[in-house]
């Protein structure tokens, strides 16, 4: 059963918070981090993304952009734009977007609950970009990011939450810039923390929502931590991870879209031609597709937009992965039309998450000659049906949104 306990967050002061908090690293380009972290000194991004600070030729994976971000952290403590509190607690985390509100329970997860399987996951990560945050974590001695997860919630724990909220002000209420209403509030009451913990311990399941990467290095980091001090007891910091946990079913996940540099050097009419193999085509004149069921795809080529509608017996049997929409376009026109057998590393396919237009896709689209292929979302269900199979979904299945701000919540792995 899951453990999932309090801390003694890091975090900024109420008046910085809005200018402390910052996208993940890993959604923001080095250019747009440079450009934030110019206009404002007080962005996180100066810790996440250092290399902002450092000569425009400097290598990301540098030890100096490391050092760099240890020292602004430090920095942001003793200048007390973050100062720590003094005694472990719960934060509770609501984001609002376009009038919906998922609202998460902000602690740390054990990563031997992410080594028995208690925290699943059901994405690859990929080495470098492990290796990239274990050296950002060691470093920093500090969780800087959340993992964001899901659970099945309680109903006694839905209503602490709610109960809690509606009796106490939030320390944050501000809403950034893409739109998306922050506001926290700190769970300090003994009584309480006892029992966010205790129904914890009934969960027997977490899913890694998004942070795969965070995750693993987060975990590695520890593991390298006990292997650094063998007479750890299981109770210091660095056996445990930054987390934020929401209820699965008030998740928004939106489709990953699919980008093609080329087609293959077929002539258009072939390639739309190819589709009617295994999708029932329709012409879309005069506006874009958009999916509005599972298994049916958008596609752009050529200044033309079409619907697709898989047939049932190209997915019927498959199991759980093999009926995603993104294998049934991976299996059936990414692999064999175009050649694109790995999209984790293939250079002709670029992905673009949900937040954007479909008229971006065709943009994008039009600017090498390729197309696009706009998808229906995947399901939290298909998620954790997936993750407790012990399967993996293909690269870019999922995005989520609103994205979690970081700077709010650091977890110091040597409290």
């Not at 309680?154 to 944050?172: F, G, R």
């Not at 520890?222 to 650094?228: H, T």
């Not at 795809?297 to 200044?303: A, H, I, R, S, T």
């Amino acid at each position: 059963m899951a453990i999932f306990q309090a801390f003694r967050a890091l975090r900024p002061v109420p008046d910085k918070a809005e200018a402390v908090a910052a996208l993940p690293y890993d959604v923001v380009t080095r250019e747009e981090a440079k450009e934030i972290g110019d206009q404002n000194p007080d962005s996180f991004l100066h810790v996440d993304r250092a290399e902002m600070d450092l000569p425009a030729d400097t290598d990301l994976y540098d030890q100096k952009v490391y050092d760099r971000a240890r020292e602004n952290l430090i920095n942001m403590e003793k200048n007390g734009i973050l100062v720590q509190d003094g005694a472990p607690c719960y934060y509770i985390y609501e984001l609002t977007r376009k009038g919906k509100t998922q609202t998460g329970l902000v602690g740390c997860c054990s990563i031997d609950d992410y080594m028995n399987g208690v925290v699943k996951k059901h994405e690859l990560t990929r080495e470098d970009k492990e290796q990239d945050r274990i050296r950002h974590v060691d470093v920093c001695d500090a969780n800087t990011g959340p993992i964001f997860l899901a659970c099945r919630y309680p109903a006694e724990l839905l209503t602490l939450m709610e109960e809690w909220k509606n009796a106490h002000t939030p320390v944050y209420d501000f809403t950034s810039d893409d739109e998306i209403t922050h506001r926290v509030w700190i769970v300090d009451e003994e009584e309480k923390i006892r029992t966010i913990h205790s129904l914890f311990g009934g969960i027997s399941s977490i899913y890694i929502a998004d942070g795969h990467h965070r995750a693993a290095s987060a975990v590695k980091v520890g593991q390298k931590r006990r292997a650094e001090h063998p007479d750890y007891t299981g109770k210091e910091e660095f056996n445990f991870f930054l987390s934020v946990v929401f209820p699965y079913d008030q998740l928004t996940i939106l489709p990953y879209h699919r980008i093609v540099k080329d087609i293959k050097g077929m002539e258009p009419k072939a390639f739309i031609g190819s589709m009617k193999f295994n999708f029932e085509l329709m012409a879309m004149p005069g506006f874009p597709c958009k999916p509005v069921e599972k298994h049916c795809f958008g596609l752009y080529v050529d200044g033309e937009w079409f619907h697709l509608k898989a047939y049932p017996d190209i997915y019927a049997g498959k199991d759980s992965v093999g009926q995603l929409d993104v294998s049934i376009l991976q299996d059936k026109v990414l692999g064999p039309v175009l050649g694109i057998s790995d999209p984790r590393t293939d250079e002709r396919i670029r992905f673009m998450g949900g937040n954007h237009r479909l008229k971006d896709l065709a943009a994008a689209a039009d600017e090498t000659g390729g197309a696009a292929f706009a998808m229906y979302p995947t399901s939290m269900e298909e998620l954790m049906t997936i993750a407790d199979e012990d399967k993996l979904m293909p690269p870019k299945s999922t995005w989520f949104e609103p994205k979690l701000r970081s700077g709010l919540f650091i977890h110091k792995l040597s409290d």
